[in-house]
């Protein structure tokens, strides 16, 4: 898999982005290469790439996330070393952006520096089994919504569509033409699907560009 220098990751709210960001990261260490991971999201205080924290040090990967999260603080707030992101091109970076238009608004600040280097992916991450996800014209409108307020469109589309330890095969399977009409209607592309790391033996071969996930250990979504 190729890796652009800034990977975003955008999404509904419960799409599983953060989970995603999560395992990405450690697949860009995997392959040698040094990366941050930077948690953008000041809306959710429950799924945080936090929860990852002792996987990620393990790893060697230096997480950047607001001081507050995990906490009883609601404090919308982010770090100034967030700017390391943008700042410092030595290393590569994955961002998760806040769900929804409204958790995108912070990655505002960044997007001039992101834009400007040319070397990023924006993936939007889509899931048919979740409420306001389940048909294709619903999760444009909500891709739209998250371009406009975060200044930059998205590259790519992941299908991380799931239903948590419930998945079996054939949810995933079954999710293809939904993916695959989201593609069409937007003309990006779907650049991996995501499936649980027990799941893969069986997809494989069935799907292209499969993507194993271990899940954080609160997820019971993907």
């Known amino acids: 898999m190729e890796f652009k220098r800034v990977t975003l990751f955008a999404g509904h709210y419960g799409s599983g982005k953060t989970n995603i960001a999560v395992n990405y990261a450690l697949a860009i260490k995997a392959a040698g290469i040094p990366v941050r991971i930077a948690d953008l ?40 070393r967030m700017y390391a992101v943008t700042d410092d091109t030595s290393e590569y970076a994955v961002m998760d952006i806040g769900g929804d238009d409204r958790g995108a608004l912070a990655l505002g600040r960044y997007a001039p520096a992101i834009l400007a280097e040319n070397n990023y992916e924006m993936l939007f991450v889509i899931n048919c089994y979740r409420p306001l996800t389940q048909n294709a014209a619903d999760t444009v409108e909500v891709l739209r919504e998250v371009e406009a307020a975060g200044g930059m469109k998205a590259t790519a589309l992941v299908n991380n569509s799931n239903l948590g330890v419930h998945t079996a095969p054939e949810d995933i399977l079954a999710s293809v033409a939904y993916a695959e009409e989201i593609s069409r209607m937007t003309g990006l592309p779907v650049k991996m699907t995501t499936v649980r790391e027990d799941l893969l033996p069986a997809l494989s071969g069935k799907i292209e560009n499969l993507f194993p996930l271990a899940l954080q250990h609160k997820y019971t979504w993907n």
């Open 41 to 80: 999201d000041i809306v959710n205080p429950y799924f945080r790439t936090k929860d990852s924290a002792d996987r990620l040090a393990a790893a060697g990967i230096q997480l950047i996330s607001s001081e507050y999260a995990n906490s009883n603080v609601d404090f919308p707030a982010l770090p100034g």
